[in-house]
């Protein structure tokens, strides 16, 4: 699988440096040239990861972050001379991944964007897992039941991942937080509930009830 890098920088240089880095070590990039930042033209690209600015034109980075997360999970790498801590906790806050400052040390630059990668898409090699009749299609990112499928968000992948692997036996809430977010100090613990409830609605959707069943201060259980 060839993983697709969205580059949203204005500095014509760094934004080449950055593309030459990521294809040179065998990922698929592209750059955002038109600013203030269209969404529709990051939705088309349909990345795998971004490395995003701070100091843009017409918008800044925290602001196109938040836009991101709107309809998106994917990683967002900062990489930016903005250096404070400030800087840091803000990107974190809005829903960055990680943070790299300028003049960027390549290796952990490539090596952030690797992990990342890893922890987002990698799944251990397995195609699907199924469990009571229902099945996961990790490679594609669905889930299907009686012929009838519906697309999973990245985080919702991952949620069902993790049940579908402790099936019949309780994933405490603590436990499904630390696997699908790195720094629980900056999740809502109402995160993890809303994404379990979309995640319910899509069951919903193709003939699936009951399902993900909570148990009282413990955790869910399939």
């Known amino acids: 699988m060839k ?16 593309r ?11 750059a955002i040239n038109d600013f203030p930042v ?5 939705k088309s690209f349909q990345p795998h990861l971004i490395l995003l600015d701070i100091k843009l034109p017409g918008s800044d980075g925290f602001s196109v972050c938040s836009q991101i997360r709107t309809f998106s999970d994917v990683p967002i790498i900062f990489v930016t001379s903005c ?19 300028k003049p960027y040390n390549t290796a952990i630059l490539l090596a952030k964007t690797a992990s990342l990668l890893k922890r987002a898409y990698s799944v251990n090699g397995q195609e699907t897992l199924s469990c009571h009749g229902i099945t996961l299609h990790l490679e594609s990112g669905k889930i299907e039941y009686a012929d009838r499928q519906t697309d999973l968000t990245k985080t919702e992948l991952k949620t069902l991942y993790y ?3 402790h099936a019949g036996t309780i994933c405490t ?15 809502d613990d109402n995160t993890l509930s809303v994404n379990i409830n979309r995640i319910r609605d899509k069951l ?14 413990q955790g869910y259980i399939i």
């Open 204 to 217: 919903s959707a193709i003939g699936v009830n009951d399902f993900i069943k909570t148990k009282h201060r």
């Open 20 to 30: 030459n880095l990521l294809a040179g070590n065998g990922y698929e990039t592209e």
């Open 163 to 165: 049940l579908f692997k």
């Open 3 to 18: 993983y697709r890098i969205l580059i949203i920088e204005d500095d014509v240089v760094i934004q080449t440096q950055l």
């Open 38 to 42: 269209s969404m529709e033209q990051l």
């Open 173 to 187: 809430r603590a436990d499904i937080v630390e696997y699908l977010w790195d720094n629980r100090l900056y999740v």
């Open 83 to 101: 250096n404070t801590d400030m800087d840091e906790l803000n990107s974190i806050m809005l829903g960055g991944d990680a943070f790299v400052t």
